[in-house]
């Protein structure tokens, strides 16, 4: 979560994850909603930079919102792979 301090990443990440888990109906805990915000943000954020959508230099809601598109396909992925 480039442009995030660390506690910022870390509120923007659990919160995008939360969001992500109440979507997805999946039954997380706060560290796994923390770390699938985070590294669903970095998923997304990769992802958009392939269509030249530079999210990291935006603001909180800009990370907040790759992070949820990141932590739902996450957990969208692991389902597939689960079943």
Same mark, same amino acid.
């Given at each position: 979560m480039q442009g995030l301090g660390w506690i910022a990443a870390?509120?923007?990440g659990g919160l995008a994850g939360w969001i992500a888990s109440n979507i997805m109906? /999946?039954?997380t805990g706060i560290i796994t909603?923390?770390?699938i915000g985070i590294v669903g943000a970095v998923l997304a954020n990769a992802i958009f930079g392939l269509?030249?959508?530079? /999210? /990291? /230099?935006?603001?909180?809601i800009a990370q907040g919102l790759a992070g949820l598109v990141g932590?739902?396909?996450?957990?969208?992925?692991?389902?597939a792979v689960a079943r």
């Open positions: 870390i509120i923007v109906k /999946a039954d909603n923390v770390i269509f030249g959508i530079n /999210a /990291a /230099a935006g603001s909180w932590a739902v396909i996450l957990i969208w992925l692991y389902r």
